[in-house]
């Protein structure tokens, strides 16, 4: 009934995955390929989640 008033989680993680990418790209950019590696792979999983959300 009140379906409205709930928050999205699809966005939500859509949010995140954004942030991420563009911390492993500022990371990538000064040359902390350690950093830029554990943010990518954190941000693919995010990628995983929102997959099995959407389907």
Do not use: C, H, W, Y
């Not at 040359?31 to 099995?52: C, H, N, P, W, Y």
Request: hydrophobic share 40%.
């Amino acid at each position: 009934m009140f379906s409205f008033l709930k928050s999205d989680p699809v966005k939500k993680l859509k949010k995140q995955l954004a942030e991420k990418q563009e911390q492993a790209m500022l990371a990538q950019r000064n040359g902390d390929m350690r950093k830029f590696a554990v943010l990518t792979e954190e941000s693919q999983e995010l990628v995983d989640k929102i997959k099995r959300l959407e389907s």
